[in-house]
């Protein structure tokens, strides 16, 4: 999803559809990581040189991370 302010969370059923246990993938979604949850797994994406960094928001997401070995 690219969401374009808050309401798109809610108009999506994006908290919802995370609370049954579905994984997310929301475009430019760190602004509104408070109303998603808080707890989330960011990928951030570099051009020069070529690189993805991922980095854990809360305990759940840092679980995750640590279950990939990242």
Request: aromatic share 6%; with cysteine.
């Amino acid at each position: 999803y690219r969401l374009s302010d808050a309401n798109d969370v809610a108009a999506l059923g994006l908290v919802e559809q995370r609370d049954e246990g579905k994984v997310l993938f929301v475009e430019w979604g760190e602004p509104y990581l408070d109303v998603l949850g808080g707890d989330a797994v960011v990928v951030e994406l570099d051009v020069s040189p070529r690189r993805a960094r991922l980095r854990a928001t809360g305990p759940c997401s840092t679980a995750r991370l640590e279950g990939l070995g990242a």
